[in-house]
């Protein structure tokens, strides 16, 4: 009987290491099929599942390193999974409703210098101090989403004007009063005709003419 129990676990182990390789065969394959930003979603499941993605398999290493587009929104702190040389290359970036801190969010766009198009629509965790500082590390920047950030303010909005490249922004409820978007629009002659476009969500009333701060067809979609 001893003897039995003895074979029996020897078999049940050497089933697990066949089952083993046979995943080691098998994932790869499937990953080359996913697209970058299910790539990092399954990465995060588990460590094996993260060396794949980022350090095993030729094919998904290549894959995130030359992509320029990538989803993370509603990831929660996801984006930490993936190595910030990732970043570099990427051209449009989505964050929307992420948990990603101001530390985090300097560090990433610190790398990603290319950034054409970025939303951070409802990250509640960067700061306005943090958009300040980005503005060295964003330099071809040209559509930003800061909707949903009530701890942004006006001067969230007027550094964003000040960024050369910028041409939409959208600050959909972000607190801007009518003196506010006075300021705006004479602070910036870029936002005053035209070549900056800021959709705030509502028109506001500016020496009796009604200016609407609104996106154009060519504007941010996100």
């Not at 394959?29 to 588990?46: A, K, T």
């Not at 390193?65 to 910030?84: N, R």
């Not at 909005?157 to 960024?163: D, K, N, Q, R």
Request: aromatic share 12%; proline share 2%; hydrophobic share 45%.
């Amino acid at each position: 009987m001893h003897l039995t129990r003895n074979f029996f676990f020897f078999d049940a182990r050497t089933s697990v290491v066949k089952m083993t390789e046979v995943l080691l065969f098998f994932w790869p394959l499937v990953f080359e099929y996913l697209e970058p930003e299910d790539l990092v979603n399954v990465s995060s499941v588990c460590l094996a599942w993260w060396r794949f993605v980022f350090q095993g398999c030729e094919s998904t290493v290549q894959a995130l390193q030359h992509c320029e587009q990538i989803h993370l929104a509603d990831t929660g702190k996801l984006y930490q999974k993936v190595p910030l040389h990732f970043f570099s290359k990427l051209t449009w970036l989505n964050l929307n409703r992420t948990a990603i801190s101001s530390k985090d969010f300097l560090k990433l766009v610190g790398v990603a210098k290319h950034l054409e198009t970025l939303n951070i629509e409802s990250c509640m965790e960067i700061s306005e101090q943090a958009i300040f500082k980005a503005k060295g590390s964003l330099l071809c920047l040209r559509n930003i989403n800061i909707s949903f950030n009530e701890q942004f303010s006006v001067l969230a909005v007027a550094c964003l004007c000040s960024y050369y490249s910028v041409q939409d922004i959208r600050a959909r409820r972000i607190k801007l009063d009518r003196k506010e978007a006075l300021f705006l629009t004479k602070t910036f002659p870029r936002l005053g005709n035209g070549r900056i476009t800021l959709d705030i969500g509502r028109r506001i009333l500016l020496n009796g003419r009604r200016i609407l701060f609104r996106c154009c067809e060519h504007s941010i979609r996100f």
